[in-house]
């Protein structure tokens, strides 16, 4: 099964301080990986991926083969930055894959 | 086309009946997932088609669970005999195939809570 883990339930950090979101990753094959947020009271949306290597609201995700991350990061938080983030394996499959998504970090960016 | 549409949004029913879903995907999109999310949870894998083919179906799915793509655009779930387990919300995805990783367009959800 392609199983992504994100070992903090809950962040809490002040507006402007650093945003580190955790994701580790245990994949057989070369990885493929999302990072989806979901606003309050919004459905799930892609945030960024990691083949197109690009910021999205500055924030940014690089994949680290050696320690099997996925880590989404952004310099400084503000306030609407508050939401749920999942990490997440692509929509594509392969036979036997089970898509285990990330069970979700909740962000809050207190004022 | 506004996206992926559910219906319907929030469903009650009582223990032992049976409940069907339905998901309407992205005109051009030809596959479709089904997700359950319970509080506090990600998304849980359900099933998947490609067009109208059920590929593959999560090995923890009660065979009381069912899906159908008949003609490959709209998706039904249904779930038989319904237990208070089964509370949750249900998510359908959708996408189109891509060279690489095909980012999924989620529904709002149904919400699903058996009495």
């Known amino acids: 099964a392609q199983r992504v883990t994100q070992p903090e339930k809950l962040l809490s950090v002040f507006k402007g301080a650093p945003v580190e979101l955790k994701c580790n990753y245990s994949y057989s094959g070369s990885p493929e990986l999302f990072w989806y947020v979901q606003y309050s009271r919004q459905r799930l949306q892609l945030l960024l991926r990691?083949?197109?290597?690009?910021s999205i609201k500055g924030f940014t995700a690089d994949l680290n083969k050696g320690e099997t991350s996925f880590h989404l990061k952004k310099p400084f938080a503000q306030e609407e930055d508050s939401a749920m983030y999942y990490c997440a394996p692509p929509g594509s499959m392969d036979s036997n894959y089970q898509l285990i998504w990330g069970a979700g970090t909740k962000l809050i960016i207190k004022p | 086309d506004t996206g992926v549409s559910q219906d319907p949004r929030h469903k009650i029913t009582k223990r032992g009946q049976n409940v069907t879903f339905r998901c309407d995907p992205i005109s051009e999109h030809n596959r479709l997932y089904w997700y359950r999310q319970t509080l506090g949870q990600g998304p849980e894998f359900l099933t998947y088609f490609q067009n109208e083919a059920q590929l593959e179906k999560s090995r923890l799915l009660s065979d009381r669970f069912s899906a159908e793509r008949p003609k490959g655009s709209f998706s039904t779930l249904e779930i038989q005999r319904t237990e208070q387990g089964d509370s949750a919300m249900y998510l359908c995805?959708?996408?189109?195939?891509?060279?690489?990783?095909?980012?999924?367009?989620f529904g709002p959800g149904t919400r699903l809570t058996v009495l």
């Open positions: 990691h083949i197109s290597r690009e």
């Open positions: 995805a959708s996408s189109k195939t891509s060279g690489r990783g095909d980012e999924q367009f």
